[in-house]
């Protein structure tokens, strides 16, 4: 495809040439052949959409790919995950991580490559993921040669819920590696432009659902009955105070009721009430906090109506995630790799969320960093925002994905050779 960077000939690089990675490797991702690749393998994956720990053909298809590239492989990984590696086999080792997994959404986008899985999509840009770690991967594998460590290429399932990346780190895919990089497409940002900060930057996140039992009866002679109902709108009330009355307001929270299912007539008051929601928190103290508070209320709210409550957190269908909380030290670092290849005008702050990433457990392992890539185009109009059935991908923000990752983790390893002395190389002679 194309030769071997000549600033990458040899691993002793200056400054200047440390510098030079990020634009030129953004040039070759930029080259028709390899972003008409790219788009290729992004619409097949749009066009076979397949739901968490499904992902049989994604996973085949990146195999198949990885193959073509020469880039050896495990598989499988937490069911259907892929791990590659690229590089000398040793250290440093870095990572590079992309989800695989789709929504359980209808597509309403009509185009040639629509979903042609019914009531599954790609509304999340996974597809957009996948087709730039492999489009990094690419370009890593045409200077393998001057790469004195290991770069591990992460393709994760289930990360809409599913906590793959729970199961990739106790599958042991971070072992030796020191940093790990991952990326989430934005449609309201502009493109060619990055956004991220240090610190946390996406919630951690809890979900439960809890039934409150009273005793049914005719809703016009409420005196004979227990009712669910009433006690579960106290409940939903006083779990707001949670955060008005409890949490420091500079400790950002959120606790949201989504489900509330009482009876089925107008006359009628059930024996039960289902509620359920999620809970928000930047810190694991605070979620846990949150956690156990939830859990009071909810019971003492309903025996001051004289109804009884169980709560389920549901954490064997949908795990707490962690906070998303980005290492100082990479944050530095990935605004220099940034500038280097967009410029610094093009890095920019984001607010923190209350959305959250299952990247966060590669985190709480070691030093991670996540941003969000910009890929709004003004003049092509407004793209509809994630999980929309409407979504769409501007293709033209690949090559800079692509690139970016490829040079965070190629100046990783020439900025983090691990220092030897004689004697050290003299025993690896020897081995």
């Not at 690229?86 to 695989?100: N, Q």
């Not at 005793?215 to 006690?231: E, F, N, R, V």
């Not at 109506?305 to 670092?333: I, M, W």
Request: charged share 20%; net charge negative; hydrophobic share 40%.
């Amino acid at each position: 495809m194309f030769g071997a960077l000549p600033i990458l000939s040899d691993s002793n690089l200056s400054s200047k040439q440390l510098s030079e990675i990020p634009k030129e490797f953004l040039k070759f991702a930029k080259e028709d052949e390899i972003f008409n690749w790219m788009v290729s393998i992004r619409r097949k994956i749009h066009e076979n959409p397949e739901l968490g720990y499904q992902e049989i053909e994604t996973s085949k298809l990146i195999r198949d790919e990885l193959d073509h590239l020469g880039i050896q492989y495990k598989y499988p990984v937490a069911v259907t995950g892929v791990v590659g590696y690229i590089g000398s086999g040793g250290p440093p080792f870095v990572a590079l991580r992309a989800d695989m997994d789709a929504l359980p959404i209808q597509e309403m986008v009509e185009w040639e490559h629509k979903s042609r899985n019914p009531g599954k999509m790609h509304a999340c840009g996974h597809d957009a993921h996948v087709a730039m770690l492999l489009g990094a991967a690419k370009i890593l594998q045409e200077h393998r040669e001057a790469l004195k460590g290991t770069i591990v290429l992460v393709f994760q399932p289930a990360e809409e819920g599913g906590a793959g990346a729970k199961k990739m780190v106790n599958a042991g895919v971070l072992k030796n590696v020191k940093a790990i990089f991952g990326l989430h497409v934005a449609p309201e940002l502009p493109i060619a432009k990055v956004y991220s900060r240090p610190g946390p930057i996406m919630a951690g996140s809890g979900f439960f659902e809890a039934v409150i039992s009273g005793k049914g009866g005719h809703a016009a002679i409420p005196q004979h009955s227990i009712d669910p109902i009433l006690a579960a709108s106290n409940v939903v009330v006083s779990l707001q105070h949670l955060i008005s009355r409890e949490t420091d307001p500079l400790d950002s929270q959120v606790v949201t009721i989504a489900k509330f299912k009482g009876g089925d007539a107008f006359n009628v008051i059930p024996d039960s009430v289902v509620i359920g929601g999620t809970f928000r928190t930047f810190s694991k103290e605070s979620l846990m906090q949150l956690k156990q508070r939830i859990e009071e209320v909810i019971i003492g709210q309903a025996a001051v109506q004289r109804c009884t409550a169980t709560v389920n957190f549901l954490e064997s269908e949908k795990p707490f995630y962690p906070p998303t909380v980005n290492d100082n030290g990479l944050h530095q670092y990935f605004q220099t790799v940034a500038a280097d290849m967009i410029h610094i005008s093009n890095v920019k702050e984001k607010q923190p969320m209350m959305g959250a990433e299952d990247f966060s457990f590669y985190q709480e392992e070691i030093p991670g960093y996540y941003y969000d890539l910009g890929m709004k185009n003004e003049t092509k109009g407004k793209l509809p925002y994630l999980h929309s059935p409407h979504f769409e991908i501007n293709e033209d923000a690949l090559p800079f994905g692509a690139a970016l990752q490829a040079s965070l983790a190629a100046r990783y390893i020439f900025e983090n050779q691990p220092e030897t002395t004689p004697l050290d190389r003299g025993h690896r002679d020897e081995l």
